[in-house]
């Protein structure tokens, strides 16, 4: 994995040929991959067609062949990943607040100390960015699942990331809360030109906010636009093969 500073102000993400084994399995096989500087990309497929593998991959976390190329805006720049992961759960009896999460996750301070002033501010301005900052206060445990979603990626966009990667965003949010999450991904890539590739199983948002899907099945079956891939022969034959849930 490496960068390279050619691409405008945001991150490129270019994947070449890449394969992952576990022990004679073949995971993923010969994945190509091209996501541009301030696209929204879905990565689709039934279950077990290698999607949490390849976000492994990109993150560093599983071995894989092949090449994974990022572009970042400067030569010297270090390139910064956010990363919200598939529903984490708390304890509903859970005292802990988002302020307390915040300040453990990003702060010096132990976590035991009771959070200050500039640091209650900190994580208002992260929380804004999201538009959740009547959620300071709340207890992780009883938040909606929109809401936990809201601030996991807040949580994700500090330090700003070049490139947002979410791991099945959609899960356990009701309908309301998809668009109003979505509505929210496409406001942060604009505002701050970040590159945003997200799994889902989930279809029925994709073709008013992503510019790209791809359908992976072990290998790519189909990229293009959502429209596209969601009506093409290959995606009637990857769901009805691989018995997944559209």
Known sequence: MHTHGDC????CLKIEDL????????VLEHVDLHMHCGQ???????????KST???AILGERDY??????????????????????SPTFDRGDPISVLDL?????????????????ARQKVLAC????????????????????????VLLALALEPMPHILILDEPLSGVDVEGMDRLMQMLDEIR??????????????SMLDRYVDKVVLLQKTVRCVGAPKDVLTSEAFRQAFQMGGGAV
């Open 190 to 203: 604009k505002k701050f030109n970040l590159s945003i590739l997200m799994t889902t199983h989930d279809f």
């Open 127 to 150: 929380l804004a960015n999201v538009h959740g900052e009547g959620l300071i206060d709340k207890r992780i445990g009883a938040l909606s699942g929109g809401e936990l979603q809201r």
């Open 102 to 118: 915040f300040c453990a996750c990003t702060g010096k301070r132990p976590a035991f100390l009771r959070p200050g002033k500039a």
């Open 65 to 86: 062949t092949g090449s994974i190329t990022f572009s970042t805006c400067g030569e010297r720049q270090r390139l910064r990943i956010g990363y919200v992961p598939q």
């Open 8 to 11: 405008g102000h945001a991150c």
């Open 40 to 50: 929204i990309v879905a990565l689709i497929g039934p279950n077990g067609a290698g």
């Open 19 to 26: 394969s992952v084994r576990f022990g004679t399995d073949a």
């Open 54 to 56: 390849l976000i492994r």
